[in-house]
């Protein structure tokens, strides 16, 4: 088969969807690598270890994906690429349909067979190709809040870990998930004083077996939730329920009852976000005030720290690419139930039950 690996054009995006390890692994099973100029630069792959891998390198986008049967990328293609995808061609990527009506429609429309990353589950509820870049985001979530807390960065001024005679920063997390979890490690880390929500108390249970009482765990509910956030110095957004867009928790009446110059982490904002009052930020631009309350919520962290992400995100899909690769997609999603929970887009029909009904769209 032919895979093609495109160099990413979204906006601070520095990883790419595949290593050189990885062109050598679908080359030893037979297939054809395409890989743009540049791709692997942002994440220090140069184009000679993907030649010396085996891969062809190609200069042009539209070259890569006219031959490409599989296009292993990032993130949802861009604008400029959509008009590149062609009926039956397989698009491996994250795509984060549900709150994005228009890349929905034009992928529907596009006739490409198209898994997201972000929707493979295994059986027990789990996101093998999520938790990695959930675990590289919810670090640095932590590192970042951490960073505009300080005042000539916006925030109120306050060191996570305190000194001796002054209180650390109350850190609040929603969401005690992949994300979640990373967070509490980092700013527990760091010595802040950490709490984290969530509605199962299985994940709960889990970090106090874990943790112990260095970690307050509390039952996520509203009357709880607005007593936290008003107390909290920093709030990272964790929550998640697969497919479906990010319940709203943190209203905007919350937010503006937190203290002034406090900060929103809403990492979740990917899926739309669980805070009211946070709207999709880039790296160049990352953070904004809204209710005075500092707010950060890229929707591609780990673009930032592409070297690790790139290795973390590569070493969980690897698998199941060549799968697609060595098998082809019916076969592979067959075979395997977790990547067919993947299959979002399939002969011009949305095939994932969350993501049509987040459009009201037919399933
Ligand atoms: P996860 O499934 O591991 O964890 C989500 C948690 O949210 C679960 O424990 C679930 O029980 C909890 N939850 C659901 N409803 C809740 C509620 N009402 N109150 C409290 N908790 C609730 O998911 P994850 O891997 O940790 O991902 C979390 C979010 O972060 C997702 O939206 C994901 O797409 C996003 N993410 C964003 C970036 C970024 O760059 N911005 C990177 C990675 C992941």
Excluded at 90 to 111: C, K, N, Y
Excluded at 170 to 176: K, M, R
Excluded at 260 to 270: Q, Y
Aim: hydrophobic share 45%.
């Amino acid at each position: 088969m032919i895979i093609g690996v495109p160099r990413e054009i979204k906006n601070n995006e520095f990883r790419v969807g595949m290593t050189p390890a990885g062109v050598a692994e679908f080359v030893a099973h037979g297939h054809t690598v395409l890989v743009e100029h540049g791709a692997g630069e942002g994440s220090s792959f140069p184009d000679e270890d993907y030649a010396a891998a085996g891969a062809r390198l190609v200069g042009r986008a539209a070259e890569l994906f006219g031959e490409a049967e599989l296009v292993v990328k990032v993130k949802e293609p861009q604008p400029s690429e959509m008009p590149l995808l062609r009926t039956g061609q397989v698009l491996f990527a994250f795509l984060h349909l549900a709150p994005d009506r228009s890349q929905t429609e034009r992928l529907v429309r596009s006739g490409a067979v198209c898994i997201a990353y972000e929707t493979v589950e295994l059986p027990d509820g789990r996101l093998p190709l999520l938790a990695p870049m959930s675990e590289v985001a919810g670090r640095m979530s932590a590192q970042v809040g951490a960073a505009l807390l300080q005042r000539p960065n916006g925030g109120r001024g306050v060191l996570m870990g305190g000194v001796p005679g002054v209180p650390p920063a109350n850190v609040l997390i929603l969401g005690a998930g992949s994300v979640g979890c990373n967070a509490a490690y980092v700013a527990r880390g760091m010595g802040a004083n950490v709490s984290v929500m969530d509605v199962d108390l299985d994940r709960l249970r889990q970090l106090d077996r874990f943790w112990g009482n260095t970690v307050h765990t509390l039952h996520s509910n509203r009357h709880d939730l607005e007593r936290q956030v008003s107390e909290a110095d920093l709030v990272i957004g964790a929550v998640l329920v697969a497919g479906a867009r990010t319940p709203v928790l943190v209203t905007r009446k919350m937010v503006a009852a937190m203290k002034p110059r406090a900060v929103v982490v809403d990492v979740s904002v990917d899926q739309g976000g669980c805070v009211e009052t946070s709207r999709p930020t880039s790296h160049d631009e990352p953070s904004f005030l809204a209710e005075d309350v500092l707010h950060y919520a890229v929707t591609n962290m780990p673009g930032a720290v592409p070297y690790t992400s790139t290795l973390a995100l590569t070493h969980a899909t690897l698998r199941h690419a060549l799968a697609l690769a060595d098998r082809g997609w019916r076969q592979a999603v067959q075979e395997d139930p977790a990547l067919a929970r993947g299959v979002n887009v399939l002969d011009g029909q949305i095939t994932h039950r969350t993501v049509a009904d987040a459009h009201g769209m037919d399933f």
